[in-house]
């Protein structure tokens, strides 16, 4: 079984580069492809996370070499609105805000993507995860060896764990993950965690 450790368990004493990368994955249960294809308009006054898009790399048919693509979703159900706290949507302004500089063309600009390469440009998704997540859960494990290192992908099935032992509503959590029906969430993504269900049974 999957932790489902909280956010300030699993990020606890960690504060370097990437943190925010693996917060938003914790917080919103999105997936690597949709962290990678946020833009700064994305992130809704409203205190939302607009998702409308995913950063893949495909093989060109044509030219039999591999691209980056961002375009669309999986399914028409991945297109959401995710609700943030207003913790979280505060870093994320600001990241939103914050210029990247070009020594190239020596000239400071707001790169297209929320999480980018240091040049600003979109993250090839395997580069991301070596760069940046992996060094993360590293450091994270390092300080707290109880908690595993696990993909981004595990990281979602932590949030809709997390969210199901919190008591939310299962059609709720349905629409944050972006699924059409329960089979996914049962499963694959939803681990049973017996003292949790103690406590709700008023069990001693």
């Known amino acids: 079984m999957r932790p489902a450790k909280s956010t300030p368990?699993?990020?606890?004493?960690?504060?370097?580069?990437?943190?925010?990368?693996?917060?938003?994955?914790?917080k919103t249960g999105i997936s690597r492809s949709e962290l990678l294809g946020l833009k700064p308009e994305n992130v809704l006054p409203s205190q939302c996370l607009d998702i409308?898009?995913?950063?893949?790399?495909?093989?060109?048919?044509?030219?039999?070499?591999?691209?980056?693509?961002?375009?669309?979703l999986k399914n028409r159900f991945r297109r959401r609105c995710i609700p943030i706290d207003s913790e979280l949507y505060a870093m994320l302004k600001q990241a939103a805000?914050?210029?990247?500089?070009?020594?190239?063309?020596?000239?400071s600009r707001i790169p297209e993507f929320l999480f980018h390469t240091p040049n600003g440009k979109v993250w090839n998704p395997d580069n991301w995860?070596?760069?940046?997540?992996?060094?993360?859960?590293?450091?994270?494990?390092?300080?707290?060896?109880?908690?595993?290192?696990l993909t981004a992908h595990e990281l979602r099935h932590t949030r809709a764990t997390l969210w199901v032992n919190e008591g939310v509503d299962t059609s709720l959590v349905l629409k944050l993950c972006g699924w059409s029906d329960d089979r996914m969430l049962n499963t694959r993504y939803y681990?049973?965690?017996?003292?949790?269900?103690?406590?709700?049974?008023?069990?001693?």
């Open 9 to 26: 368990q699993f990020l606890a004493g960690y504060g370097g580069p990437g943190r925010l990368d693996v917060l938003v994955l914790l």
């Open 52 to 72: 409308v898009q995913g950063t893949v790399v495909v093989k060109d048919t044509k030219t039999g070499r591999l691209r980056i693509v961002n375009d669309g």
């Open 97 to 107: 805000e914050t210029p990247v500089f070009n020594k190239q063309s020596k000239k």
């Open 129 to 149: 995860r070596k760069r940046v997540y992996l060094p993360v859960m590293a450091a994270m494990h390092a300080a707290n060896p109880d908690i595993p290192i």
């Open 191 to 204: 681990h049973f965690d017996p003292e949790v269900a103690r406590k709700k049974l008023g069990l001693k």
